[in-house]
């Protein structure tokens, strides 16, 4: 169980930062963030119909559809967010200040699924988010109550809240049924208020198929193998550790967000970034190893 639960916290530590490249890319190239968003979900719903022979969806509890529709409603707000943050920050500043994402989890955890941590978890998230000030220091801003003005941070940072709230829906849906079935209603649910956003937003779809290239194709199936694998992953960890945990754990990927900003986008301050991001691995190590 340690092992396979080992494997998947590395499977979603490095799915999920290479999906924020391909996302990033196809702002890049000029898709709006609410089409990727809502072009995601609905290939992962489509990806999603293999799982759902002989699950009985009758025999589900209540609970588990209101869990769902919120997360849903969280999800799909918060990964809307996300790309619109991608689409004009630097994926290794970005990714960092996703560590907080724990600390919204933990509280989150308290008082929706009683999880209190104990004193190495919570030693483990402070060095994690201590970590990142030396990332957020990096900026011009510097790490300050200026930082807020930035609107690539103010998108992440919704973003982070609204899916450290989502993560928790998540461990509910997987209470009451099975990784595989919460995974089906993220996608499902996340497909039908991304579509809702679209129409808030009035994105024109039509237009956005119009003009997608091979190119875009192909970042596109990219994306879709990435965050299937990061949200499978996602809901076998939660279903095996306290979401608080689990949360401070995926902060790893930012390691990975770093290097991949560094190499395919050419951002900078890569040596400071790196110092933040091991004493993140130190926070992370706690929470392995005391949890």
Not at 38 to 47: D, G
Not at 156 to 181: C, D, G, H, Q, Y
Request: with cysteine; charged share 10%.
């Amino acid at each position: 169980m340690i092992l396979i639960t080992t494997i998947a916290v590395i499977a979603r530590i490095i799915s999920n930062p290479l999906g924020n490249v391909f996302q990033k890319k196809l702002t890049q190239n000029g898709k709006h963030p609410l089409v990727i968003n809502f072009i995601t979900y609905l290939l992962l719903a489509l990806t999603s119909l293999f799982f759902i022979r002989g699950i009985d969806f009758g025999n589900l509890s209540g609970s588990f559809w209101i869990y769902s529709l919120l997360g849903g409603i969280a999800g799909a707000i918060g990964n809307g967010f996300l790309v619109k943050a991608l689409e004009s920050g630097d994926l290794s500043v970005l990714g960092p200040v996703n560590a907080y994402k724990s600390v919204v989890g933990l509280i989150a955890g308290i008082f929706i699924l009683k999880e209190i941590p104990g004193i190495w978890g919570l030693a483990g998230m402070l060095l994690i988010i201590g970590g990142s000030y030396f990332v957020l220091d990096t900026l011009e801003e510097r790490f300050s109550w200026a930082l807020l003005k930035r609107k690539d941070i103010q998108y992440r940072l919704w973003a982070m809240i609204l899916t450290a709230i989502e993560a928790v829906f998540i461990k509910n849906v997987i209470i009451e049924s099975n990784p595989v079935i919460a995974f089906i209603s993220w996608c499902v649910f996340g497909t039908v208020f991304s579509l809702v956003l679209l129409g808030i937003n009035r994105v024109s779809l039509y237009g956005a198929w119009r003009t997608l290239t091979l190119s875009d194709g192909g970042n596109f199936g990219l994306l879709i193998l990435c965050m299937g694998i990061m949200q499978l992953t996602t809901n076998y960890v939660l279903a095996n550790m306290p979401v608080a945990y689990g949360l401070a754990l995926f902060q790893l990927s930012t390691i990975v967000s770093i290097f991949l900003g560094y190499s395919i986008f050419q951002e900078t301050a890569i040596g400071r970034k790196l110092f933040g991001a091991i004493i993140m691995i130190a926070g992370s190590t706690l929470i392995i190893f005391f949890s």
